[in-house]
């Protein structure tokens, strides 16, 4: 029986797992040069959204790939819902969290931005 239970001690200590976070059409950590785009309030809004990822005993009981693409989308979606026909967000900053209560643990993405329209 301790053979048994350290055995599976040891098998959760060393759990482990992977994410695809998301494909994004363009992702860049410099100014990118010949990139357009009005300053205006009319064509500039401050954005945020959020993913996350729940389970319980370890089962998933929400969508667990894309985080940090469905995170993206939310904020463009939420950008867009306060009148801005954006579709590029620049100064982006992402939050990573995480939370772990017993057997339940909470992993989330938060994007905050600058949703702007691309000038022709």
Not at 22 to 39: H, I, M
Not at 42 to 49: A, D, E, Q
Not at 53 to 73: M, N, W
Request: hydrophobic share 40%; charged share 25%.
């Amino acid at each position: 029986m301790t053979k048994l239970l350290q055995t599976i001690v040891i098998l959760f200590i060393l759990n482990g797992c992977a994410r695809h976070l998301g494909q994004f059409t363009a992702l860049s950590s410099f100014n990118v040069r010949n990139l357009k785009y009005s300053k205006d309030d009319n064509t500039k809004v401050r954005t945020s959204g959020e993913a996350c990822a729940r389970s319980i005993f370890g089962l998933p009981i929400s969508q667990q790939d894309d985080l940090l693409q469905r995170a993206t989308d939310n904020a463009i979606r939420n950008g867009q819902d306060e009148g801005v026909d954006g579709d590029l967000l620049v100064n982006v900053r992402i939050k990573e969290s995480s939370v772990n209560f017993l057997f339940y643990t909470s992993f989330c993405y938060e994007i905050e931005a600058d949703l702007v329209k691309v000038e022709d």
